[in-house]
Each structure stands twice: as structure tokens, then as C-alpha cells.
């Protein structure tokens, strides 16, 4: 192959994390390599937002992130902000609105903000070469070389920014934990998150509703988000889902609030206002219809109000403010929009994102074991980490 082409940092993985960090780098004035071995950079980019790229959230701070060490991402997150990654979008007169809960998206494409990374990086002097793995990674003398193609590199700085398994369709690999086991660093049992769940064949009824959303509080592992929930032809979706999936572990129940805005007693109160309606007639002024009839249905609380013992009515109450689903999985790496778990983060300097017992090999981005929640902060957290690495190379 020849000789090796020399740099001061290879960064793995053209993604947000590691644009960003050889971004930085390059514009600090260092001679930065940034290899893929897809042909498309940033592809989670693109596809993010419906294509409108939800670029941040207002709301990124630590306590929304899930992480073996829950301390770790507080250090880059407080060195570089939301505000810091909005005014880099508005230099690039990249118009934007904030949606719901924080949410800050383009008014145009998500390639605007591909497209001003990448110009970051070309200010930044940095070499992208795309389309080829990267092969035979190797660290001695202080050095790192790798082979890219037909290509050899080596520099004293190797960054891994390649991400999780989440959307293998996209590319996506384990290759980070590879080569970060490779080099001694641990790694927390990768799982996905932000998916959908399927439920089992006992609850045909409620996959029957496939399409059919209300706005729920939705409770695992000991938090709860209320948004939107969705049946599927398969289980459960929607945000209020996609949250509660990166708490949610296999064997354990969710709890779905289908009242939020009642009061107790309601039911009650509304058997003595209309006696002559049914539980289905009350629970679609309030429901979809569908959804109403299904779970009045499941309750088997029928005919007027009249007739209904105020215990049965009462116990209708319990299980709607708290229906228990128990989920047989998830729809997988497939359908996962990130991975909890990756390079454990006790190997990791939080300024830095350098391993502590290799110098010289960083970590950045979903690689690590942070995952933030649905709505900008995985995005985030891949512009703070990358910007801390690149300050440090």
C-alpha cells in the first residue's frame, strides 16, 4: 500500500459528532482527516425531523440524558449549548421555529444543516474521504493507522464518531465498540431506544386500532411523558412510546394514562349529570372513537350509567388512569431512532471525551454511552461532544 499519509487527527464516522469535531479541530488549525465508508455524509442528518432536521432542544440539559454515569454529559453540555449551536445556524442565515416541548427545527431541509457543517469543515481545511470501510486500525509509537480504501493513514489522534446501530438501512454498525474493545475501553450492553413496542396476541384488540393516536401520559422505569401514544398494526408508537422505550426494559410493564385531565370521581359525577348515557358514549367525548369503544369493551362496563355499580365505575377510573401493557420487545435497531448503552463513559475524560487509558483515542457522539431523549437532544449531545473533543485535539 505504500506509505502512510500523515495527519494530526483521524476522525471515524461523517456524522453530526464527527463534522463537528473535525469542524473545530480543523478550524483551530489542525490538519484533520474524516473518513466514512458510506458515500453519503450525515445521513441521520437528512432523514431527521420528517427532513426538517430537529437540529436542538431549548430544554438540553443533563437530566434528560440516560447514561450509566448520569453526571458524565454535564461538563460538554455546559460548554456548549443549544444557544451555541443556534447561533452557528443563524451565521448560516438557516432560517428556524420552535415546535412543542423545545423542539427546534428548519423552516427549509435538514441538508441546510449538512450543508453548513460541511462548509465548516471546508473553512477547517479538513480531507473527507467517503465510500470505502475503514480497515486494520493499529496504535504503536504513539500513532494510529488505519487503511481507508486502498489507502493508509496515521496520526496521534483517532476519534470515533461512528455512532450506534440504530437504522442499520442507513449503515449503521457496531463498529465503534469494536474498535473501542480493540483499545481496552469498555462497553454498556448496547440496546434500542426511541422504538416502537409490540404487544403480544392477547391484545389483538387494541393492534386493531392501528392508526389511531391520543395524547396519554405514558409511565416505565420510573418516569413518565405525556404526548402522543399510537396503535400500530404491531404494538405501540408515537412520542409518549418512543420516550418511555429508552427506560423500558423487556419483562416489565407500562403504565398508560388515558384520562390525563380528569378529576377522580368523573365517573360519578357524570353517572349522576346523564344516568341514561353508556361508559363508551363518555369515554368518546373524550377519546377517539375506536379507541373509546375498544377500551369500554375491555372494561366490560356496559349499557347505561344508571345500571352500573359505583365500584365497577370506580375500578373503570383505576385502570384508565393506569393501563398496564406488557410488551413482549420492540421493534429493534431497525426501527430505533438511537442505541442506549455504548462505550462506557468511566473510560472517558467528561472534558475531553479522551479515554483515559489510550491518549490520543476519543469517543464522541451516540458511540458513547449518553442518549438523550426524543426532540433535538441526541443532536446535542453529538454537537457538545464533538465540539469538546475538537477543542482538545
Request: net charge positive.
Amino acid at each position: 500500500m505504500g506509505q502512510s499519509a500523515s495527519y494530526d487527527a483521524i476522525v471515524l464516522g461523517a456524522g453530526g459528532a464527527g463534522l463537528m469535531c473535525a469542524a473545530v479541530a480543523g478550524r483551530r488549525g489542525r490538519r484533520v482527516l474524516l473518513l466514512d465508508h458510506s458515500d453519503v455524509p450525515g445521513r441521520k442528518i437528512l432523514i431527521s425531523g420528517g427532513g426538517r432536521c430537529n437540529f436542538t432542544n431549548v430544554g438540553a440539559v443533563p437530566e434528560r440524558y440516560l447514561s450509566t454515569n448520569p453526571h458524565f454529559a454535564r461538563s460538554a453540555l455546559a460548554r456548549y449549548t443549544p444557544s451555541d449551536f443556534l447561533a452557528l445556524v443563524e451565521g448560516y442565515g438557516i432560517s428556524w421555529h420552535e415546535k412543542t416541548l423545545g423542539q427546534l427545527f428548519c423552516d427549509g431541509s435538514a441538508r441546510q444543516i449538512l450543508d453548513m457543517l460541511l462548509a465548516e469543515c471546508a473553512a477547517g481545511g479538513v480531507d473527507l474521504r467517503l465510500g470505502h470501510p475503514v480497515e486494520a486500525v493499529e496504535h504503536g509509537d504513539g500513532r494510529f493507522r488505519l487503511s481507508h480504501g486502498t489507502r493508509r493513514y496515521e496520526a496521534p489522534a483517532l476519534v470515533i464518531a461512528t455512532g450506534g446501530p440504530s437504522i442499520p438501512k442507513l449503515g449503521a454498525t457496531g463498529f465503534a465498540y469494536d474498535v473501542a474493545r480493540r483499545f481496552g475501553l469498555k462497553v454498556v450492553e448496547p440496546r434500542p431506544a426511541l422504538v416502537p413496542l409490540t404487544l403480544p396476541r392477547e391484545e389483538a384488540l387494541f393492534t386493531s386500532l392501528s392508526g389511531v393516536s391520543a395524547e396519554v401520559v405514558a409511565s416505565a422505569g420510573g418516569v413518565a411523558f405525556r404526548e402522543a401514544a399510537l396503535f400500530t398494526h404491531r404494538g405501540l408508537s408515537g412520542p409518549a412510546i418512543l420516550q418511555i422505550s429508552s427506560y423500558w426494559r423487556h419483562g416489565e410493564p407500562i403504565a398508560i394514562d388515558f384520562l390525563t385531565d380528569t378529576r377522580p370521581g368523573w365517573l360519578r359525577d357524570a353517572k349522576q349529570a346523564e344516568p341514561r348515557t353508556s361508559l363508551k358514549t363518555q369515554l368518546a367525548r373524550r377519546l377517539p372513537e375506536r379507541l373509546a369503544e375498544a377500551l369500554a369493551e375491555r372494561l366490560g362496563v356496559r349499557g347505561e350509567l344508571a345500571n352500573v355499580p359505583h365500584r365497577a365505575l370506580e375500578e373503570a377510573e383505576r385502570r384508565l388512569a393506569g393501563w398496564r401493557f406488557a410488551p413482549n420487545g420492540s421493534e429493534g435497531f431497525a426501527k430505533a431512532e438511537v442505541t442506549v448503552g455504548g462505550i462506557a463513559t468511566a473510560g472517558l475524560s467528561s472534558r475531553t471525551m479522551e479515554a483515559t487509558v489510550v491518549p490520543g483515542l476519543f469517543a464522541i457522539g451516540e458511540a458513547v454511552d449518553v442518549t438523550g431523549w426524543l426532540g433535538g437532544y441526541n443532536f446535542q449531545w453529538a454537537w457538545a461532544s464533538g465540539w469538546a473533543a475538537g477543542q482538545a485535539l
